[in-house]
Every structure is written in C-alpha cells, then in structure tokens.
Nanobody
Framework: VQLQASGGGLVQAGGSLRLSCAASGSIFRDNAMGWHRQAPGKQRELVADITNGGSTRYSDSVKGRFTISRDNAKNMVYLQMNSLKPEDTAVYYC?????????WGQGTQVTVSS
C-alpha cells in the first residue's frame, strides 16, 4: 500500500487548505483512512479519520473547523481545513489502517502564519 499526500502550503491565519491523499496497492474494503500531524518538538497526534462506511472522528482541537471525507471508488481521502490557526502548523501525515497494519504517507507541510 502506497499513500501520496498533497495540498500543504503556507496560509495566513483564518485561511483554508485542502489536503488530499491517494492510496494505491492492496486497499481492502474494510479500512480506515485519516490524518495525523506532528508539530516541531511535539508528538504525532490524530487529526481526523474516517472509515470506509463514513464514520468520522476528530481531535477536539479541530472539531468544527476541519472536515474529513473520502472517495472509496478513487481510494482518496481529503481533509478540508478552514479557519486555520498558527497552532495548526505541522507536518500532516496521511495514513491507512487495514486490519492490524498501518500504512503512512510521506507527509505534507502546513504552515499557518499569524
């Protein structure tokens, strides 16, 4: 399984970005996909994830601002990020949970200036 993330960049506080992640390889129907992030000097943390059935969960810090979605036919997952804050600055990693295995993408940098 390979994951390719894109869409990061530099944005001012209050702005928006949309991250995309394309999955290829042996993607099975029963999986969850999502995003973690890691800021400098901090541990990697869950941002949001979504099952193939559409169930979602979000970290408290992004609820109401970020929306995760997926296109099962295309094996894509998206993260729409609105009302961005400087504390959202981090490297965002796409991941896929298939059975007991977790696969990670290469990460995309999101920088929010104040």
């Amino acid at each position: 399984v390979q994951l390719q993330a894109s869409g990061g960049g530099l944005v001012q506080a209050g702005g928006s970005l949309r991250l995309s992640c394309a999955a290829s390889g042996s993607i099975f129907r029963d999986n969850a996909m999502g995003w973690h992030r890691q800021a400098p000097g901090k541990q990697r943390e869950l941002v949001a994830d979504i099952t193939n059935g559409g169930s979602t969960r979000y970290s408290d810090s992004v609820k109401g601002r970020f929306t995760i979605s997926r296109d099962n036919a295309k094996n894509m997952v998206y993260l729409q990020m609105n009302s961005l804050k400087p504390e959202d600055t981090a490297v965002y990693y796409c991941y896929a949970q298939i059975g007991t295995r977790t696969y990670w993408g290469q990460g995309t940098q999101v920088t929010v200036s104040s």
